[in-house]
């Protein structure tokens, strides 16, 4: 593994690594849909179920490298001989003899240490269990690798926090004076009287436990419930007295202390390569049953053996939905961990690993879209009364709730009580929804109804209503007192209008609390988003044409949306200001409940015109002499991008959704791809950085800029824009560039020299080629949609199955033949692309297509499609094979 920080095993996506030691911050995500974890490689991290609820102490990344902390295993031979099975010690003398390895899979981990000094072998394995089961399982055998019998006393050390993780400061000791400790056979329960807060505490319900035996079901000899015990005054989690000393305990003063799960064994004697197993299962419930269930489903190695296996197929399962085989066996194994990666996110949210140390768990209105476009793919039918829930998120001035929880339609105003608006918020529920009605042909659901989210906050978050109370209930009513419902088409209406009229002194969406960048959060009262502005109107071309394909002549909406439908001058900013203010005022509070019936044709063409207008616009007051757009005016009113001295300021969002929308001509794209290579690609690490260095802070425009540069928001190589731009360069005919720039991401990834992580896609890229952010990202979702949709080119299309490959020449570098697998319509379908001749110009035109073996009719094309009818017709429970040939 030269220059490798681990290398693959098999095509699952299994790899192995004997350095990941040496990397603090590296981690795995263990979870199923209760629980959540994550562990490092000397078994540092946490393990929780919510915000409210952590069984071990909340880490961030710096933790992970700072904290003494872990789920520890101790081996004590004799005063002089005292070991720790996972590397977590004070005695380097020993720790350093260690040989480690890793080896770790979706999702679970095994780490293995030999010290010969000591004469002993660790094997440590930590998974959750698929299921329902909230515990997280650990695994250690420990084996005599010398000539002579050796005598030990194990004892497992995982240090209980058992609360909110509001507590990690705020008040620590005062709710540790809450804990309850109970001993059980096999171990230690903890139950806290109260959830602290000081806002209003809370009776406590939750169960948090560590428990452990062998692998003869023996329960532990002593146990050791607080950490002050198990330390001692002298000692720490790193060089325990309790441990060193062997010191018994003595259980006679244990509440209202830290609580410790130390599980001291009976001692064993192992002969020469003789072995023996420990189990240890780490949870939080509030079902004393479920400690019960835990102990008798988990009490043998078998057991744990099965429960392991269990798991590992059910991710496998998920990873392999969309399965791709390039002849590239690592990029076929890293795209396998990018696909469950928005599994993982549905699961831990934007808050619950390590490197996502903001936040109260809970995934944001932008996540919720883009998490969809994955579940869509994988399958559309069960994603339907999701996306109707989410629509109950919109707010009828258009903006919406900005967290969701976890049960459906589950909405949250803000995160921490701060009124603000991301003006991008209302451009992802169309790009989802459209994606699921080309994939099913269900265009039926635009006229499906749902609700509309209500609170005190009111046009777009200008305004406080304070006499609306809770007891008004989160959904919008009508003046009678009803809850009002609108068409999904109305709620789609309503978001794309009032952005066209909610406008800045340039005559472009005003740019509020940010847009897809957080950072851009200092302009909210003169800003706008020319990026965004392009897709706003893209939106309202997309809507004239979802409208003129209805089955109806007449469209029924709101009495209201008469204001935002509006002709007028669209030049005239404080008229179109004036228009929005007006439909503010008739909504602010209620809507009528009226409905006006709208000619389909009259409501299309409304739409074009604003659509057009708005390109037209943009296309003449953005495009610069540089070579690229302005995305952007700051708080000044003042244009971001350009020529400002000797200083070129560019971003990449601003050149992206241009492309994607459909704003930029084809000669422009030929410019924005000369100009992003020219000043956003860096020579030395082959990637897109968000935005060249702009030299200053940006007051006036957002923090963002106050960041070095290189990191977050502030120019890093940011992994989601740089997939769209990918995609906006695929749907523009520039495959050749478009492969170029979603390879980079794959490759920056691969390149562990660098990157420094393990096989996932992370939210950027530093000025170091470091991968930051693990896991978490909107920017999977996207680059499997990419490489489904726009490289192979297999999607949906009014519900019947369209195959345009975009393939180019560099695509088939490892094979003549490459293979995607999804399913589509309820089939499971293996399309298999092949090259006829290598030739040193390809054109990407199919030239054969035959579906199980049967030849389709085909002149040659750059396209085929099959009728939805004709593969629901293809035997259920089936792989059906599609193979195409192309030159």
Known sequence: MKNKLWEFVGNSGAFRSGTADKIKSLYVPLANEIIM????????????????????????????????????????????????????????????????????????????????????????????????????LMQVKITNISSKKIKITPTAAIPLYARGANSIRDHRHVTSLLQRIALDKYGVVVKPTLSFDEAGHQLNKKMYFVLGWDELHSSP?????????????AGDFEAPQSVYEHILPDNSLIQGKEAMGGLRFKAVELAPNKSHTYILAMGITENAQVIKRVIREFNSVNKIKKALDKTKAYWLEISRRINISTGASDFDNWFS????????????????????????????????????LGLILNDPQQVRQLLLNNFSGVRIDGSNA?????????????????????????????LTLDLY??????F??????????????????????????????????????????????????????????????NNHVRL???????????????????????MYAHNLKRLAELVSGLKCDEVAIAKELNFILQESDYNNVSLKVKILGQYFRHTQKCVSG????????????????????????????????????????????????????????????????????????????????????????????????????????????????????????????????VVMFANALYKAGFKENGWKVLASISDMSLDTDKSKIYPVLPEYFNNEGRGMYAYLTGSASWFVLTLLTEVFGVRGKDGDLLIEPKLCIDNFKHSSTIRIQRNFAGRNLLIEFSLKRKANSFKNSITSVRLDSSCIGLKCSNSVVIKRRDIQKLLANKIHKIEIELV
């Not at 009605?437 to 269900?442: A, L, R």
Request: hydrophobic share 35%; proline share 2%.
């Open 444 to 505: 039926d659901i635009l006229l499906e109804k749902a609700s509309y989210f209500r609170n005190h906050e009111i046009n777009r978050c200008r305004s406080i209503d304070y006499q609306w109370a809770k007891e008004y209930g989160q959904k919008l009513k009508s003046s009678s007192g009803k809850i009002y419902q609108g068409t999904v088409l109305e709620h789609l209406l309503v978001q794309n209008l009032v952005q066209f009229f909610n406008i800045g002194a």
């Open 512 to 534: 509020e609390g940010a847009d897809w960048n957080d950072g851009l959060d200092m302009a909210n009262e003169h800003g706008e988003s020319v990026a965004f502005s392009c």
């Open 37 to 136: 974890s994550s562990i490092s490689a000397d078994l540092g991290g946490d393990i929780k179920v919510s915000q409210n609820a952590f069984l071990l102490a909340p880490v961030s990344r710096i933790d992970l490298m700072a904290s003494k902390a872990s789920r520890n295993f101790w081996i004590y031979i004799d005063k002089h001989k005292v070991w720790s099975a996972c590397g977590v010690s004070k005695d380097i003398l020993h720790s350093r003899k260690d040989s480690f390895s890793l080896e770790a899979g979706m999702l679970w981990q095994k780490i293995t240490r030999e010290n010969k000094k000591i004469g002993l072998k660790s094997e440590i394995l930590s998974f959750v269990p698929a299921g329902n089961i909230p515990v997280e």
């Open 337 to 372: 961990w990018v696909s469950i990666q928005p599994m993982l996110r549905k699961i831990f949210g934007c808050s619950f690993l390590p490197d996502f140390d903001y936040g109260k768990g809970g995934r944001g209105w932008r996540d919720l879209w883009q998490d969809c």
């Open 437 to 442: 009605m080309n994939e099913t042909g269900d």
């Open 402 to 430: 900005t967290i969701i929880g976890k049960n459906p339609g589950e909405f949250i105003s803000d995160r921490n009580n701060i009124s603000r608006v991301w003006m991008d918020h209302g451009v992802w529920p169309l």
């Open 221 to 233: 000899e002593y146990i050791y419930p607080t950490q002050g015990m198990f330390c001692g005054d």
């Open 594 to 721: 009226e409905k006006i019936k709208l000619s389909k044709k009259m409501l299309a063409e409304n739409l074009l015109r604003k659509a057009d207008w708005m390109i037209q616009h943009i296309r003449h007051k953005e495009w610069l002499r540089d070579g690229f757009f302005n995305g952007y005016y700051d708080n000044n009113k003042k244009r971001i991008e350009g020529k400002f001295g000797k200083i070129i300021r560019m971003t990449l969002t601003g050149q992206v959704f241009p492309v994607m929308s459909g704003v930029a001509t084809k000669e422009q794209v030929q410019s924005i791809v000369a100009s992003a290579n020219k000043y956003l690609l860096d020579e030395k690490l082959k990637g897109y950085h968000l935005n060249t260095d702009f030299k200053q802070e940006q007051y006036a425009f957002g923090r963002a800029f106050s960041f070095v540069y290189g990191e977050k928001e502030n120019g890093a190589i940011f992994s989601h824009m």
